[in-house]
């Protein structure tokens, strides 16, 4: 079935370190992708999304490009900072056999030590 | 805009009794479901509804049900709570369905005893 998979975590990255979480993602269809961030206690609210292959998404300095060939939404930030310390989540979102679902991976916590 | 609101945002339960969680939003979203986050396993989908009167099963159902009399509010019933459905919980909401951007309610984190 439909799935999505998130390198785990935690990982633990010093002040303007360079990020990348990868995701990988299984699909029938083509789904929409992806990136939730939740910060401690709170509910989940988007980062980033794309529609299409090839799509790039972006905000607040992170980046992921939509790959249909590698099947991939890998999310990048070139220099982390300690309020970006939260869990990150991938997912994919579509009507092919996932019947209407929105699938998450499991989530990569990420701490930013100053 | 309120968005999506959650109640209670902390509930112990014993071994059996039943409860309603509650979601609410104000933005009008078609469809709107429902997600238990338990650690290592990111979030699961327990029910959603594509509108008022449409409910459907998601990939953990079993022991939850679910209605949608209004676009509104879309509570989730507990019917004899277990153990296992010690979580937190989140409610969702978007314009349009699993492609669209999700609304995220701030949780409910539930203990069985």
């Known amino acids: 079935g439909d799935s999505v998979t998130q390198m785990e975590g935690p990982v633990t990255l010093s002040e303007e370190a360079f990020l990348t979480i990868n995701c990988t993602y299984t699909?029938?269809?083509?789904?929409?992708l992806f990136w939730y961030v939740q910060y401690p206690g709170e509910g989940l609210q988007l980062l980033l999304k794309?529609?299409?292959?090839?799509d790039k998404g972006s905000n607040k300095g992170f980046e992921a490009t939509y790959r249909k060939e590698t099947t991939s939404f890998h999310l990048e930030k070139g220099s982390v900072q300690v309020s970006d310390s939260a869990v990150y989540f991938c997912?994919?979102?579509?009507?092919?056999?996932?019947?209407?679902?929105?699938?998450f991976g499991k989530g990569t916590k990420l701490s930013v030590k100053p | 805009n309120a968005g999506v609101t959650q109640t209670p945002k902390f509930q112990v339960l014993k071994t059996g009794q039943s409860m309603t969680l509650q979601c609410a939003q104000d933005?009008?979203?078609?469809?709107m479901s429902w997600y238990r986050q338990d650690p290592g396993m990111g979030l699961r989908l327990i029910h959603y509804?594509?509108?008022?009167?449409?409910?459907d099963q998601g990939e953990v159902p079993n022991g939850y049900n679910v209605s949608r009399s209004t676009t509104e509010d879309f509570p989730l019933r507990l019917l004899s709570a277990a153990p296992s459905q010690t979580s937190v919980y989140f409610c969702?909401?978007?314009?349009?369905?699993?492609?669209?951007?999700?609304?995220f309610g701030p949780g409910t984190r539930l203990t069985v005893l």
């Open positions: 969702a909401s978007s314009d349009s369905g699993p492609t669209d951007t999700q609304y």
């Open positions: 699909a029938t269809g083509y789904p929409s």
């Open positions: 794309a529609t299409k292959a090839d």
């Open positions: 997912a994919q979102g579509g009507y092919g056999g996932s019947q209407g679902n929105l699938i």
């Open positions: 933005m009008n979203h078609e469809y």
């Open positions: 509804s594509v509108g008022a009167g449409i409910t």
